[in-house]
């Protein structure tokens, strides 16, 4: 069965860092690409970032440019979101999400992504 797993969220100060981590199970994540998503309350789903399976390009949002760096371990399966300087409006459910499209303009549609994992709570407060 082919699924991605979330993990690594969890409550965070403002200024604070996070770790996310993707993890693949069924399937290659190296032959795929990725996108973290994210949804806040009340709010739709919106894309975060995304880094191409063909020649590792990458996408970030305005909100999260500059913060966030998207990479991957191929030995362990797994994508990694790293973001810093957390602000409260980080504060949302984050998803990562598996595609067989390489274009990195495609990505950046969630229509773009079969596999969807679960996510995981991130909540920046002091």
């Known amino acids: 069965q082919m699924q991605v797993v979330e993990s690594g969220g969890g409550s965070m100060q403002p200024g604070g860092s996070l770790r996310l981590s993707c993890v693949a199970s069924?399937?290659?994540?190296?032959?795929?690409?990725i996108g973290w998503f994210r949804q806040a309350p009340g709010k739709e789903r919106e894309g975060v970032t995304c880094?191409?399976?063909?020649?590792?390009?990458?996408y970030y949002a305005d909100s999260v440019k500059g913060r966030a760096t998207i990479s991957r371990d191929n030995a362990k399966n797994t994508v990694y979101l790293n973001m810093n300087s957390l602000l409260p409006e980080d504060t949302a459910v984050y998803y990562c999400?598996?595609?067989?499209?390489?274009?990195?303009?495609?990505?950046?549609?969630?229509?773009?992504?079969?596999?969807w994992g679960q996510g995981t709570q991130v909540t920046v407060s002091s």
């Open positions: 880094i191409s399976s063909s020649d590792g390009s990458t």
């Open positions: 069924g399937f290659t994540l190296e032959h795929n690409s």
């Open positions: 999400a598996a595609s067989s499209t390489v274009i990195l303009s495609a990505l950046r549609s969630q229509q773009s992504y079969a596999y």
